[in-house]
Structure formats: C-alpha cells, structure tokens
C-alpha cells in the first residue's frame, strides 16, 4: 500500500468528524456536506503539501473552515437568523432578544458571529487544543480563549438560565478529574 | 486511527488534563456540544462521499 492509499484512507476515517465540524459551523447539513466535498477535494488536491506525520485533522479542518469562510464571502451575507426570528423583531430591544431560550444547540450556535462558533467547536467540541485550534484559525491562543469567552456567554444568555436543568446537569460540578479527561476524550474522533 | 493530540509520550495523563477549556465553559455546555458533535459522527457517511473518494481512488491507480 503506497502512501496514497493511507492518505485516502486516513481521509476516510475522519469523514465523520469533518462532516460533524461542517454543520457545526453552517447548521445546515446539506451545505455542510457540499462544503465536506469540496474540504475532500481540495484536501487530495494539495496533498503533497501535507506532511505525513504531522496533524491531519487539524489540516483538514483548516481546509474547511476556510471553504467555508470564502462561501461566506461569495455570498456577501451570513446566515445568523435561519428561522428569521431576529428580523420579525427588528423593533424589539436587545433584552427581549436575549430570552429567546432557544432549546436547539445548534440553532443557538447559528446566532454567534462563525469567529466564536468556530472557537467554541473547536476546542469543546472536537477535541482540539487551544494551540492547535489558534492554528486552524491563524489567530493567537489569547484570541481563540477570548473568542470562547464570548460564545459561552452568549449562548448562557441564549439558552437560558434553566438549560442546566433541562439537560439533567448538576450545578455544582462533581465529575472527577479522570472522569472529565474520558468524557473530552469521547468527544474526539 | 485515534489519537490524543494533547499529550505526548511519556507525559502522564494527569500533568496535560486539558482543565482550560473546562474552566471556560461550564459542564452542561461543554457537554451539550460534545453531544451534539458525536450525534452527528455517528450517522453513517452518505454515498456521495464514498462515490468520491473511490473516484479518486480510481483517478490514482490509472494514472
């Protein structure tokens, strides 16, 4: 086996985690789909300029997220609002936009500038680290922290001051320190 | 192939605990997007991508 049948097949093997990271960043799956075919494309494209043994995942990521960001400027606009709540509320003050309580993680993301989703994700999400994620943004560590700062304050606002209880969570934390590293392991593909 | 990117080998698990991102964003959060992260990698993949990566497959044995 050459190494580009490993390249394929390593590609293959994070599919999943890219098409996970794609609607995580634009909500809707089909386009996230297309963006993962385009990421795949591009990615066996430029393959030479991956280094084997080096952070694929990373790399790809990097690939995505930046098909994404170009789609977002080809169209000139993004789409914060899918279900236009916050354009029938035009008149409305940015308190009573604050109580949308929304229910749906992934309709919540959709309102964060993609700068914060994308940090969030990453870090939370994926499984990177703080250091790779600043490379997949091409942003300093210090940016990616304050980014998340943000993103987790606006989506507590978002989903409300009762989502701990929605979802079951205990307010005082008591998962042990080994029982916190398999849970942000499970998360990494 | 998995692989942890935040320790390296040799360093015990304890000393590179990834407690930073858990400092910033509270449990059920964290929690939450990791849930909805692995809902999705669980979906089986469509077609369309195994149709691709065989086209390429293909491309790369012909040439």
Sequence with gaps: MNARDIFLEQVTALLPALRAFG????GDPARADDLVQD????AWTNREQFQSGSNLKAWLFTILRNCYYSELRHRKFEIEDPDGVCAAQVAISPDHDAKLHLRDLSRALQHLPP??????????????SYEEAADVC???????????ARARDRLVELLGEDAAQVTGAIPVPTMTDSEQISTQRSGVS | MIMNEKTKPG??????????????????????L???????MEE??????K?????????????
Aim: net charge negative; with cysteine.
């Design chain 2, 34 to 40: 990791r849930r909805m992260f692995t809902d999705v």
């Design chain 2, 51 to 63: 149709a691709l990566l065989q086209q390429l497959e293909d491309k790369e044995r012909g040439a």
């Design chain 1, 23 to 26: 609607r995580s960043l634009c």
């Design chain 1, 39 to 42: 990421t795949v494309l591009k």
């Design chain 2, 11 to 32: 360093e015990s698990v304890a000393a590179t605990a990834p407690a930073t991102p858990a400092e910033q964003v509270p449990d059920w959060l964290g929690n939450r």
């Design chain 2, 44 to 49: 089986p993949v469509p077609d369309d991508f």
């Design chain 1, 115 to 128: 700068d914060q989703r994308e940090a969030l994700i990453l870090v939370c999400a994926t499984g990177l």
């Design chain 1, 138 to 148: 091409q942003v300093a560590v210090g940016t990616i922290k304050s980014r998340i």
